[in-house]
């Protein structure tokens, strides 16, 4: 291990703000798989290999086996949230997880209380929550927030914390003046700047007690430089937005494959079906905003109509979120791609994805977590763009745009991860063979 | 440019066995690019980038600025079919193309008239032609196609000569003896053995006389000993097999992103329809064969059951080719897949491509003989495994497992071009990136 | 015939206000019919046949051979538009019927100019017209439009008119006070009245002068009383509203069969994607309102779930269109629609349409104009439910609930037929066999 | 009632040959209904309605409050199968049902015992079966099934007894001179004629005891002259073949609406997937072409090239059915429909269903056993094609055409109720609606 990595001892505290359908989803499924009665299937930190060595690898240890994790034995989970609904009544309420594999973990899963939320109507309003702080200003909020995470790091003899964001979308917000720095940014929780989000308190309270902070919804959140200051005063892993989950998670794998052919795209359309607690607060077109601003972005940087105006240049893409009760947390999308090749003949593709939210979303919520705790034993701080390839929408150093290709995302997630442990790095695979062609020659 | 590498002076030949769809589009959208009529949009050597230079790259020409590679106005085409049409008459007929487009072309198409084939119904049951050598042995027939070719590059003042086969799957048929040593091979084309196929006499043609030979269908046709040292002895690239075009395409695209993210796959059903000649001679379940065994590989390489037998140690993967007339050259692939996350719950993709066959073939055929081309003026040859990126079951060298994953073959043609070039060959994108991460630290 | 029925003499005038895309394709294909370029594939009228007789029918006549309808020779085409372009530049723009099928028809379709449109903003935001009749009241654009009747009637020698509109889609309107009767509704036009939108000028114009009006858009125009009394009045038939072409015509089909089985249904989610003027005005919020409200009530009539509440009491139904430029006139519609058996059992059905607006409307305007005319000539007037087979949202007698069912629809439509010619009325199928089976008993 | 009609007293037994996937989700469903722990959604029988007086009907009752039929409290079930296992292990092996509603009711599926079948591998080359009669001749086979049935109306004190079979498709066998008569296939039972299946043993077994038989497989079985003339002679209701579950049903329901509108069809391809017995079963070809041959006839019946050959003469109809161990019972169908309108435009649907196949079998079941019961009852024999709305292929009597479309079969069906109990059969709603139009005017 490098000399400078600090190790796993101890346990990790997981707070999550935020115990709906995806929390309760990650919290049951670690508690199962600790059980064995169920494997975490989907992430990569628990189920992945790495490639090490020459070429194309001489070994492929196992993740969890390669950097010093912290093992799902010594994950203690809590959280906040706007309903009192301990994490079993949350889970068995949200549906995803079958009711039976949630009687074998009942005990464990109604330990798990929420605490109380930091939370405003304005920026979600078809929410109403029942379970809340009552303070004066968001100052205020912010140091009993902190005071929540001293008391659940003492009262489970914590060593560590990590704070991942699975709260609801707030509305779409622009970065003002409030939001440069350090100072103005606290001057505006003592005044309740209408510009500071719930979620904003959230993270300068995890980010000023060093706790890293990682953002799993299209908030701005830990996206301004207040924030990005302040992880850097206090030596303190930030990342985000938006946890990459179905339609966007197709859309990041295949329109790299449609760029690698140049295949020329004139019309990428979206739409979503969900009828979940996230399906409801994106219902409201001030929310939708948000989610909208974090997926569009993603097609232009992978195919740079800039670069390539003859195939990308008349690009028109068009995403929709609909609630649709009916389908509950099992997300639904539907894609149309509107491609061209040889002589600018048309084809299409259609990308019809069954898949459920949660279940995508919580080994995500686990990678991150883990990642960030390991990024901070590492000395690593700031943002951890690293992880980019867990979020739809990455938050980048010093306004870098961003990589939203998975496959260069991976690539550069396993590099890190070498690099921690002072393993080679890996060449493009392609070296070493073109290195054999020649030899044959 | 590389001191060994011989430049691109003079006419370059392209040879194509069978002149039916794929063969009359490659060649009609090369006439309508010279005039400028349309794009040859698809095709990478014409319309692709490559990155050089540090991290991401500080450069980013053209493909056809960076290496020499013959210009589309040295580019003269001909070739064998089983018909006599014309190409103008074959193009019309394979109503791929819109007859005004032919039409604008008419003379240059027409002034491009098939020799006699090397055929025999044996090996396609579902095809039956008329304009076919008559000779004693398959080593006469041979002897004929050398012929052909130096003819062709006679009266053409032809400098160099590469043959791209775009003729009809063959029956499935397996290694033997006879394919074990050059002379074992001349032994059986002089006995006509049967498990000499057709299209292994014009790569023993070709290759013989130091003419690149690349295989576009599933036929065994290079990969077998014979033909790799004789491809040895005449110092001449050789590759295949099977152009990578629709749902094969969709599937090396896809499948990494599931990997990627360490999702299981426990079903993979694939269909196709098809109206065209291919879809008339795959209608035979000899020929079908051919095809299925190129096509089924692909998963196990890309997802590596062995390795991770949690995630894809139960993938049933099913491939169906209909012969449906009504679609003609539209090809469509309907997939289901089945895959599983977080405690196994399953989810399912469909992807739904309404392609065009020899529109996503073409810039292929054009490519892999530009490239094969090259090749050999930079001294390349035996199998060229760096072109993978365009072939379902690429031949490799060594009996090497085969690299299907979209991106990393296209990293290999990447690094392989740089390497021609002596330009650095680049690591992976995240190597920079995490070392400005530890700066910022 | 029927001795009332007055026969398909002279000339028939279509007037078509709007010649947008579904007006000129309509026009260019009964053009192209005519010289026997293309088929009418589509119009019940010209290419369906009627079972006449005993039981399943001893009889199967064409309709055009059963009913004195006009023939496509004596049919002449005019119209209104808010843009000054002929018809061939307005098929032209629309870009639905090949190129050279309309230079083949160009002088015909030259000829045809549009009249100067009576056109509002203020009910179609996303159009802005150049060609538009500048009238200061509501009544004056009526006394134009009534001169512009008069004029192409007399101009082209026609012994009767029909109007069909094929305009757009207005924005939503309640029934108010100024639609409940004739007087107060041309108080309303002489004074401007906002509840009056430029469509209903269109049918008071022609309904006073005892010219059929079918109304092809989902707006209000001939569904108010007004309009309905005048119609009595002046023994003119009228009819609407919305051509049931893409989605809701197979929702049409699909539901009656769901309903057949007894398959319950609880959720129903239906996408458009569409890039010609239509899908361009339905981008507006208001404008789509009044589709919106055309489209839902389909459901509801068809699966009664006042009847059937364990079948259809929690059916969610919800239906987004989707300006969506790539597509052009190709209208593309999904469908997911959640289905449950026997014991509740969730099943899932998707619907994929990739349909041409105008190719599935043209034929509707044909029919509709045509059988129209006969039923004037029949004696029949009010309005004319027993078109409700072509129509979305059908407007009833007596405030009657719609038939939805498009076999119900059909059914009535060739009653009516039949009880035109005095034929026998067909008993349902089964009738018949059954007395069959007994008597085998 | 109508006199002749013999009340639902006592018990009815319903024995099934095949007590699989299909036989027990029926069961476990009746049973589940009578216990109020599920509802018998799917089945007509159970929750449909039907208008009965003048015009659009002034009475709406349930049909099992109309007709006489058995009530569910009153079924007995019983059957035979090639394994022992009883109904909860059948059920709980077939997983289509949950485990905790089988769990539920696990005494009562437990108590239901298969009696030993007849079966024979030359017909079903996929399955091999361990609790097999053993005779000398399918006369003796014929012998001891005749046995069987009388036992267990004996022991379960039952009034009537009907079968239904749900066994498998057995291989493709065409009419022989030995189905001729009822002779001429005693003596082949005699000396075991190859061309009597399995499956006629059990009906020649049935019929000849009075005892109703309805086939549910594509099988022959009921459909030769003997049967028929059996059926005849004991006065017994017959019927078949093969339930019309997922992909025909579809089929059934959306080309009569493809038809109503003229719209031409050149292409139909439907494939399917599915992973139980009756998958594995079709995966050999000649147990497949029994099948094919039944979904095939659909089509043309229903569109009538003969008739509109402009509409329908080119139509090309593919079918293929895949095993797909990964769907389970979750069978999926996947249509691509060719169609074209106005001036033969093309336009394309898809149709993706993801059904289950014993959720939509199980009602048909129940529904076609209570019918024949109350058929026999009625004093209705031999073929009963009123039933031809359960059924893919119907059988017909006298050789007449089969009737495909689902909404006509639905008009028979209720036709022949309303004869049944001397309502007023129902002329097509159109009839009344036009003379109120007529009085209107």
């Given at each position: ?5 600090l ?5 990790l ?12 989803t ?15 299937i ?11 060595g020459e070429g ?5 240890p196992?993740?969890?086996?390669f ?8 994950v ?8 009192e609904?301990?994490v ?8 995803v ?19 109380k ?6 920026y979600?309003?078809?929410?109403d929550?029942?379970?809340i702080?009552?303070t ?19 009262e ?17 917000l622009e ?8 100072a103005?940014?606290?001057a505006g929780?003592?005044n ?5 989000a ?7 309270a995890?980010v000023?007690?060093?706790?890293p902070?990682?953002n799993?919804?299209?908030?701005l ?17 930030i ?6 989950t179905?339609q966007?998670?197709m859309?990041t ?14 019309g ?22 948000t ?9 232009e940087d ?6 390539h105006?003859d ?19 099992n997300?639904e999308?539907?894609d149309?791609i509107?491609i061209?090749?040889w002589?600018n003949?048309p084809?299409?593709i ?13 080994p995500?919520?686990l990678?991150?977590?883990l ?8 000395g690593m ?5 690293w992880?980019?390839f ?9 306004g870098?745009p961003?990589?939203?290709?998975i496959f ?11 690099g ?22």
């Open positions: 291990m490098k000399e400078q990595m190790p796993a001892e101890g346990k505290g997981i707070l999550l703000p935020g115990l709906g359908a995806v929390a309760s990650t919290i049951a499924g670690v508690i199962a798989s600790r059980k064995e009665l169920a494997k975490p989907g992430s990569f930190t628990q189920t992945g290999h790495i490639e090490l194309k690898g001489d070994r492929y196992f993740i969890k086996d950097v010093p994790l912290a093992a799902l034995e010594d203690v989970f809590g959280g906040w949230d706007i309903y609904d301990n079993f009544q949350a889970a068995s309420h949200a549906r997880l079958d009711q039976h594999l949630l009687n074998a973990i009942r005990p464990e899963l109604e330990a798990i209380k929420p605490m939320a930091v939370f405003d109507r304005n979600v309003k078809n929410l929550g029942t379970f702080k009552q004066a200003t968001k100052w205020d909020a912010a140091q009993e927030l902190k005071k929540d995470i001293e008391t659940f790091k003492k489970n003899n914590l060593s560590r914390v990590v704070i991942v964001w699975t709260g609801s979308t707030e509305k779409y970065q003002t003046a409030v939001h440069e720095t350090i103005s940014f606290e929780l003592k309740n700047d209408a510009a500071i719930p979620s904003m308190v959230y993270a300068y995890a000023s007690m060093g706790v902070f990682i799993g919804a299209p908030n959140t830990t996206d301004i430089p207040a924030i990005v200051q302040l992880a850097h005063k206090t030596k303190t892993p990342g985000g937005k938006d946890f990459k179905g966007t998670l859309k794998i295949v329109a790299p494959g449609l760029a690698a052919r140049s295949l020329g795209v004139n990428w359309f979206s739409t979503n079906i969900l009828g979940n607690r996230d399906g409801l607060v994106l219902d409201d077109e001030e929310n939708f905003k989610k909208e601003v974090s997926k569009l972005g993603v097609l992978i195919l740079r109509p800039d670069l105006p195939l990308y240049g008349e690009l028109y893409h068009k995403i929709r979120i609909n609630y649709y009760p009916p389908h509950g947390d997300k999308s539907w149309n509107d061209f090749g002589l003949y084809m299409q259609k990308i019809n994805f069954l898949c459920r939210d949660s279940i995508l979303a919580a995500i919520v990678d991150l977590a990642f960030a705790d390991l990024a901070q034993r590492a701080y700031g943002v951890q763009d992880l980019s867990y979020l739809k929408s990455p938050q980048t150093q010093h870098e961003a990589e939203n290709d260069k995302q991976l690539n550069t997630l396993k590099q890190v991860l070498r921690m442990m002072q393993e080679q790095t890996q060449e493009a695979p392609a070296v070493k063979r073109t290195k054999v062609t020649e030899k044959v020659i």
